[in-house]
């Protein structure tokens, strides 16, 4: 079973509207959480990078959340523009070894 | 541009066939990962290597096998190649070994094997 879960699997938003996208994890003992976007057949790009004593941070229109206590994080894009369309993913890292656990990602699709 | 460099973009190649990726690092980043990512599915991790050790090794097959050399790149060999094993290999980097380095990932190679 994946450690990372994401939902929704996709959603479909109109330009200018918010969305918020959701991670939760089980890796334990747990070291950090980041989001990453990535545009069809590209590779990814690093949005936020959240420790455990870190609850929010934000870049620009996105904005990352984490819950370490219920091992959930989200990550919420404001006024979307078209350029928003994507996959984005939640990458979890443990803090006993070096493996990164990925999430299958949230692909969004930002409409006119 | 995120500055990892991969070769080539494109390979198609036979089943039963050998192929070398490969893979230079952003300038100063010491660690290297390799990715496997299937139609429509998440990236799998293969496997990184720090300053020329391995360091982590995820569901890589007996059949890949991967180095990173003294001028830090790195190459995945992939032998004896199977129709399933036609994905995007992505390779990424970073600055340490370290868990909270961003990763800077490449815009891939394309695998087809026919």
């Known amino acids: 079973k994946n450690q990372v879960e994401q939902s929704p699997q996709s959603l479909i938003i109109l330009e200018g509207k918010n969305c918020t996208l959701q991670c939760n994890y089980t890796v334990s003992p747990f070291s950090n959480l980041k989001w990453y976007k990535q545009d069809t057949g590209r590779g990814p790009v690093s949005l936020t990078i959240?420790?455990?004593?870190?609850n929010t941070k934000s870049n620009g229109r996105y904005t990352a959340t984490l819950d370490a206590d219920t091992k959930q994080s989200s990550l919420h894009i404001t006024a979307s523009q078209l350029s928003d369309s994507a996959s984005y993913i939640c990458v979890v890292t443990g803090s006993n070894d070096y493996k990164l656990s990925f999430g299958a990602g949230t692909t969004v699709t930002v409409r006119a | 541009d995120s500055g990892v460099t991969q070769t080539p973009k494109h390979l198609i190649t036979a089943t039963g066939q050998r192929v070398t990726l490969r893979c230079s690092p952003r300038s100063g980043d010491l660690s290297v990962y390799w990715y496997q990512q299937s139609l429509d599915q998440g990236l799998q991790f293969l496997i990184q290597?720090?300053?020329?050790?391995?360091?982590a090794k995820g569901n890589i097959l007996e059949r890949f096998s991967a180095q990173q050399f003294p001028d830090l790149h790195s190459e995945l060999n992939l032998s004896s190649l199977e129709l399933g094993d036609s994905a995007l290999y992505f390779c990424?980097?970073?600055?340490?070994?370290?868990?909270?380095?961003?990763?800077?990932f490449g815009n891939g190679t394309r695998l087809t094997v026919t």
């Open positions: 990424a980097s970073s600055v340490g070994g370290d868990r909270t380095s961003p990763l800077h």
């Open positions: 959240m420790t455990f004593s870190e």
């Open positions: 290597y720090y300053n020329g050790e391995e360091r």
